[in-house]
C-alpha cells in the first residue's frame, strides 16, 4: 500500500488544527509536538518548530508503506534509490529522487484512531522541480499512478489515498495544497460558519478556493492555502 503523507513544519499547530478541522480533516494521533490528521483521502503530519527556526512554515514530501522492505526493494527495482534510513523513531526508507528533494517514507501507523473525515476531501503534496518527467518517474516507481501529465505538470494518485501535483520550478521544493471533489461554494461556507476567511474565484483552469495560511504572508504559498478542484 502507498499513501501520500506529507509533514508540514510549523509554529502554530493549533491554528492549523482549527484550519484542517474546518477543512474536513479528522485528528487521528496527537504526540504533542507531532500530529496526524486523516482527510477522505490521504493523511498529513503536523510537526510543531520553534519559531522563526529553519523549517519553521516548511512542507516536506512524505509517504506511508506498510512493509518497508518490499517498498524499497519494488523502488530499487524500478530504478529509483531508495535506502533504509535510521530514525529516532525507527528504520525508514529514504528516496533520493534526481533533482535531490529527498524524502522518506514511513510505515503506517496502525494505531491511528478510526475517523469520520470529509470524503470529498484529498491531501495534495506539491512538488516543485525543475525535472518533471524525473520526478514523475520516481512517483510511478513508488507505486503511484499517473492520472494526468504534460511537459510542466503532472498529477498522481496513491492507491491508499492522497494525490501529488508536479509542478515546473525553477529550483526543488515542496508545498502543500488539497483538491475537494464535491461543492466548493458550500465549503467556502463552512469555513466561513467556523470564523475563517475563505476566498472563492473562477481561474482558466477551474474554481480555486483560497484560504489564509496560518504560517503568515511570508509562507511558502505566499500566504495562502488552495483547494482545487481534482483535475
Do not use: C
Amino acid at each position: 500500500m502507498l499513501r501520500v503523507r506529507p509533514v508540514h513544519y510549523t509554529s502554530r499547530p493549533e491554528e492549523f488544527r482549527q484550519l484542517l478541522t474546518a477543512l474536513g480533516m479528522a485528528v487521528t494521533a496527537d504526540y504533542g509536538t507531532w500530529i496526524e490528521l486523516d482527510a477522505g483521502h490521504g493523511r498529513l503530519a503536523l510537526h510543531a518548530m520553534p519559531a522563526a527556526s529553519r523549517s519553521d512554515a516548511t512542507t516536506a514530501l512524505g509517504f506511508e508503506a506498510r512493509d518497508l522492505e518490499t517498498f524499497r526493494r519494488r523502488t530499487e527495482e524500478a530504478g529509483t534509490h531508495a535506502a533504509p534510513f535510521s530514525a529516532d523513531h525507527g528504520v525508514r526508507v529514504k528516496v533520493m529522487p534526481p533533482d535531490g528533494l529527498e524524502f522518506i517514507v514511513d510505515p503506517v501507523n496502525e494505531s491511528a484512531d478510526e475517523h469520520n473525515a470529509d470524503p470529498a476531501l484529498t491531501v495534495a503534496a506539491v512538488w516543485f522541480t525543475p525535472d518533471v518527467a524525473g520526478a514523475a518517474k520516481v512517483l510511478a516507481d513508488i507505486g503511484a499512478r499517473e492520472r494526468s501529465s504534460d511537459p510542466d505538470a503532472a498529477d498522481f494518485t496513491a492507491k491508499n489515498g492522497g494525490v501529488v501535483h508536479v509542478r515546473r520550478a525553477q529550483a526543488p521544493d515542496a508545498d502543500l495544497a488539497f483538491e475537494y471533489d464535491g461543492d466548493l461554494a458550500a465549503l467556502q461556507r463552512r469555513l466561513t460558519d467556523a470564523g475563517l476567511a475563505a476566498t472563492l474565484s473562477d481561474t482558466p483552469a477551474g474554481p480555486v478556493l483560497d484560504v489564509p495560511d496560518p504560517d503568515g504572508p511570508g509562507s511558502a504559498g505566499g500566504g495562502k492555502l488552495r483547494i482545487t478542484r481534482p483535475r
